[in-house]
């Protein structure tokens, strides 16, 4: 999609404006202000844009999101008043291919999306007609959920610190500068705050979530925070709200902000999608379409291998008490 925005030259000039004003501002400030321009003003997933995701790789994400979501409704004896939901739904390929498995095993629930971005409502009510949309996780029914949030939290904003003192962000003039540097250790308040209200809902309310992200499970420090433009890295004080500003997700402190409920082990997306059958899958699509049996399995190997995507993204998945596991996420 061409890009829509006004240019970034009014973002940049406010950011400036604003340290003249108060001065420097935090990480997460100029992030929240930067991704939030970023997002309203464009589609920025596939080829033309800036990033590639999961969903927009293979259909068998998704349906294997489904798969898992539609298994866990089942043993839960299928209740009838569960919705479907997704935080942050991109282009809503996941939830279009998620939903067509998980209608196929008899789930006719709502379709709920929490989604800030104007743009990216419009696709996403193209790809899943009758979704509802909110700006917040407060914000969804007291249902049941059977939730997913693929590269939703590393959009979230961090904070970055050296020793006890913030880094902040400042302006010369001519360019925007960090205040100190070192080595960086990283919080992020929004998303305890969101890994919160999620498990606040389905410790209420009841319901599953899978988690999908980039990240590390091992309480790991260092800077992560990038700005990718183009499927390139970018300098990430470079021109705010033209880049995708993203950090690694710290999936302990994500499980620890999630305590109101059941918060699952932490397993690598490689061997989970493995787990739940993507060969089987990928052996049967590629059946169906044996020109693209190539194809498929690059597919495959773009989302499982270890040097791919494989490793680096993660998954959690969080429950209600009385709710089954996630398939391959079992305790
Ligand atoms: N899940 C999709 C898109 C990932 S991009 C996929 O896998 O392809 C991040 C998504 O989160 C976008 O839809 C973006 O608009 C949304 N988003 C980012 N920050 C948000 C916020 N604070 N509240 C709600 N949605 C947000």
């Known amino acids: 999609m061409p890009d829509a925005s006004p ?7 406010e950011l400036r404006a604003r340290i003249v004003a108060a001065g420097p501002v935090t990480v997460a400030d100029y992030m929240a202000a930067a991704n939030a321009h970023y997002y309203a003003t464009r589609d920025p997933l596939g080829l033309a844009g800036d990033f590639v995701t999961a969903p927009e790789i293979s259909q068998m994400f998704g ?11 089942a043993r839960a004896g299928c209740p009838a008043d569960a919705i479907f939901a997704e935080l942050g739904p991109g282009r809503g390929t996941l939830a279009a291919d998620a939903l067509r498995v998980m209608r ?12 800030t971005s104007p743009a990216l409502r419009e696709a996403q009510a ?7 949309f909110h700006d917040n996780i407060e914000a969804l029914p007291p249902r049941p959920l059977l939730l997913v949030a693929n590269e939703f939290f590393d ?12 880094r902040r962000i400042a302006h010369d ?6 205040t100190v540097d070192g080595p960086i250790r990283e919080t992020s308040p ?6 919160a209200a999620l498990a606040a809902h389905l410790a209420r309310h009841g319901g599953a979530a899978i988690i999908i992200d980039y990240g590390y499970a091992g309480g790991e420090t260092g800077d992560t925070l990038q700005a990718v433009r183009g499927h390139a890295f970018a300098d990430v004080l470079d021109r705010p709200g033209e880049a995708d500003l993203t950090a690694h997700v710290d999936f302990l402190a994500l499980g620890k902000a999630a305590s109101a409920c059941v918060v699952s082990r932490v397993v690598s997306q490689g061997s989970w999608l493995e787990t739940l059958g993507i060969g089987p899958r990928a052996s049967a699509l590629a059946a169906r379409n044996p020109e693209q049996t190539q194809a498929i399995a690059a597919a495959r190997r773009r989302l499982c ?7 680096l993204f993660k998954i959690i998945a969080l429950r209600h008490p009385d709710w089954p596991a996630i398939a391959g996420l079992e305790p």
């Open 126 to 132: 193209k790809a899943v007609p009758g979704a509802h």
């Open 305 to 311: 291998d270890e040097a791919e995507m494989g490793r």
């Open 173 to 178: 003039g001519t360019r925007f500068a960090f």
């Open 190 to 195: 929004a998303r305890d705050a969101a890994a």
């Open 63 to 73: 349906e294997l999101v489904g798969a898992a979501l539609a298994d866990a409704w």
């Open 104 to 115: 196929r095993a008899g789930f006719a629930g709502h379709v709920h999306f929490v989604e």
């Open 155 to 166: 959009a979230l904003p961090v904070d970055q610190w050296v020793g006890d003192e913030q």
């Open 7 to 13: 240019s970034s030259e009014g973002l940049t000039e």
